[in-house]
């Protein structure tokens, strides 16, 4: 699973005009899931995200987390995460889950952030969406769950 983190003042997801999920403080986890992700990746991302310190503290240095700070989180599918660009000029994106499988562990991710206690609140899986935020800092993480076995 790949994650774009990006910490923000303010965020909401739009889709055909309506209004379905906005947070204050937080963070807007854009999420792609990879053919070979299974429920090890989900648990080890919501780990990883929830105590990740990218929040300041007094000092004004990145050192709380959003569970410390009790931020919101946008979550929203992003197949393109799994963009291959090697060759042309046309993205592949062989190497992203198949729909099913996707919206599956999309769902799975959202239910063990959930059980954080964070507030989260999600886009629609598969659906064309207008995402606005503010980025704050700006900070902007990129997490695979794959580099989960790299020291």
């Known amino acids: 699973m790949r994650a774009l983190l990006q910490r923000v003042s303010q965020a909401r997801v739009r889709i055909e005009g309506q ?12 999420l792609g899931v990879g053919r070979s992700d ?18 300041p503290d007094d000092q004004s240095r ?7 700070i ?8 992003q197949f393109t995460l799994f ?13 992203a889950a198949e ?7 999309y769902n799975l991710f959202v239910s063990a952030m959930k059980e954080t206690g964070l507030p989260v609140v999600t886009g629609q899986f598969g659906a064309m ?20 076995n790299q020291s």
């Open 70 to 77: 009790g931020g919101g989180i946008l979550v929203v599918s």
């Open 38 to 55: 299974d429920e090890s990746d989900v648990n080890w991302l919501v780990g990883k995200i929830a105590g990740l310190r990218i929040f």
């Open 83 to 95: 963009a291959d660009t090697k060759k042309g000029r046309r993205p592949s994106f062989m190497d």
């Open 129 to 148: 969406m207008d995402v606005h935020l503010t980025n704050q800092g700006p900070v902007t993480i990129w997490l695979d769950s794959k580099a989960k």
């Open 62 to 68: 990145m050192n709380q987390s959003i569970q410390e």
């Open 19 to 30: 209004a379905v999920g906005s947070i204050g403080l937080g963070l807007v986890v854009l």
């Open 99 to 105: 729909p099913a499988e996707g919206k599956r562990l």
